[in-house]
């Protein structure tokens, strides 16, 4: 029996996550550069575009009271994050941080848009574009567990519907078209967010198998030299150097 192919790198069809707590916990803490670095990258991205996209609120609505209302809001999308830059790079918990920040930002992303949409409702159809693209970044293309990121998508999705229907500027067939669009954005994220955390997880299974299969005897399992080497000898040196410290 392979010695990695164990119950602990099971992955839960729901949660797309490792049954095991500890094996998704490894998993996590393996790839947290890559995380942080992709979240970076995305806050980043979406801050600067929110922002700059505030020149068209003003084309639209002029120098007026709305206006100012959605660069605030846009100005809250950089301020959070500005601050999510700062936590994920001071985190103490950087893990449980990384995945905070990114829920954040994508609340706050999401509850602006409405909120541009809410005073911009002639202009539903780019909305609609634009959610599409917002929702497969959601999906992939920020860092999050994938049961929360699925239900940001979904709530941003019912909400924007709602705020079409009491907006009233598209007719009821064109709310149906765009309604299953929307749909299908939901659905060809979530199918492209499960493969991509199975496919993770099955990397980083296959990894831990040829990593155990490096420090043991493929007959009789063995633990071998590297093992001795690695692990068992740099544990020794430092069980004894604290003993004569002490």
Same mark, same amino acid.
């Given at each position: 029996m392979n010695p990695v192919s164990l119950p602990e790198f099971a992955i839960d069809p729901l949660r797309l996550e490792f049954r095991s707590a500890?094996?998704?916990l490894a998993f996590q803490r393996h790839h947290l550069d890559r995380s942080r670095a992709s979240l970076r990258l995305t806050l980043i991205f979406c801050s600067v575009f929110y922002l700059a996209f505030a020149m068209t609120d003003v084309a639209v609505l002029g120098y007026g009271r709305e206006a100012l209302i959605l660069f605030a809001g846009r100005m809250l999308v950089a301020v959070t994050a500005t601050m999510g830059l700062f936590l994920i790079r001071?985190?103490?918990?950087?893990? !449980?941080? *990384?995945?905070?920040?990114?829920?954040?930002?994508?609340?706050?992303?999401?509850?602006?848009?409405?909120?541009?949409?809410?005073?911009?409702?002639?202009?539903i159809a780019w909305h609609g574009m634009s959610l599409c693209i917002m929702l497969i970044v959601v999906y992939i293309f920020i860092p999050n567990r994938l049961i929360i990121a699925k239900g940001i998508a979904i709530a941003s999705t019912a909400a924007f519907v709602l705020v079409v229907v009491e907006k009233g500027t598209v007719p009821p067939s064109g709310t149906l078209t765009m309604s299953m669009l929307l749909l299908l954005a939901n659905s060809f994220g979530l199918i492209a967010a499960r493969r991509y955390h199975r496919l993770?997880?099955?990397?980083?299974?296959?990894?831990?198998?040829?990593?155990? !299969?490096s *420090?043991?005897?493929?007959l009789t399992h063995c633990y071998n030299r590297r093992h001795l080497h690695e692990t068992l000898l740099p544990t020794e040196i430092a069980r004894r150097a604290g003993i004569s410290i002490g």
């Amino acid at each position: 029996m392979n010695p990695v192919s164990l119950p602990e790198f099971a992955i839960d069809p729901l949660r797309l996550e490792f049954r095991s707590a500890e094996t998704e916990l490894a998993f996590q803490r393996h790839h947290l550069d890559r995380s942080r670095a992709s979240l970076r990258l995305t806050l980043i991205f979406c801050s600067v575009f929110y922002l700059a996209f505030a020149m068209t609120d003003v084309a639209v609505l002029g120098y007026g009271r709305e206006a100012l209302i959605l660069f605030a809001g846009r100005m809250l999308v950089a301020v959070t994050a500005t601050m999510g830059l700062f936590l994920i790079r001071k985190a103490q918990r950087p893990i !449980a941080d *990384l995945w905070l920040v990114a829920s954040a930002a994508e609340v706050v992303g999401m509850a602006t848009f409405m909120l541009i949409v809410w005073y911009r409702p002639g202009e539903i159809a780019w909305h609609g574009m634009s959610l599409c693209i917002m929702l497969i970044v959601v999906y992939i293309f920020i860092p999050n567990r994938l049961i929360i990121a699925k239900g940001i998508a979904i709530a941003s999705t019912a909400a924007f519907v709602l705020v079409v229907v009491e907006k009233g500027t598209v007719p009821p067939s064109g709310t149906l078209t765009m309604s299953m669009l929307l749909l299908l954005a939901n659905s060809f994220g979530l199918i492209a967010a499960r493969r991509y955390h199975r496919l993770r997880r099955d990397e980083y299974r296959v990894l831990m198998d040829l990593k155990q !299969a490096s *420090l043991s005897d493929h007959l009789t399992h063995c633990y071998n030299r590297r093992h001795l080497h690695e692990t068992l000898l740099p544990t020794e040196i430092a069980r004894r150097a604290g003993i004569s410290i002490g």
